[in-house]
């Protein structure tokens, strides 16, 4: 089975910084797209960030130039540095990764168990 472990939320001031990390671990054969989706009370889960296998990366255009996506394939992480905070970036944050579990066998979408980011005005 996979598992994907997020790590580094918490609460922080208007205008600071949070790190979030991720690691996959469990049978994994190959990681294509890794992102980061975030959900506030009340609200849909959407996208914050991606990034292939490749490097190619998608920001959501209300954290363009404020957030920086980066992952590490040979440790099966993806991390998201958050800078210039605002408290509208209060959401419960999720790591998600699509798997391919076996050389041929089919990518499979995995979420972390989600970590709260709280940004205090």
């Known amino acids: 089975q996979v598992q994907l472990v997020e790590s580094g939320g918490g609460l922080v001031q208007a205008g600071g910084s949070l790190t979030l990390s991720c690691a996959a671990s469990g049978s994994i054969f190959s990681i294509n797209t890794m992102g980061w989706y975030r959900q506030a009370p009340g609200k849909q889960r959407d996208l914050v960030s991606a990034i292939t296998s490749e490097s190619s990366i998608a920001y959501a255009d209300s954290v363009k130039g404020r957030f920086t996506i980066s992952r590490d394939n040979a440790k099966n992480t993806v991390s998201l540095q958050m800078n210039s905070l605002k408290p509208e970036d209060t959401a419960v944050y999720y790591c998600?990764?699509?798997?391919?579990?076996?050389?041929?066998?089919?990518?499979?979408?995995?979420w972390g168990q989600g970590t709260q980011v709280t940004v205090s005005s």
């Open positions: 998600s990764a699509a798997i391919q579990g076996s050389r041929g066998s089919a990518y499979d979408y995995f």
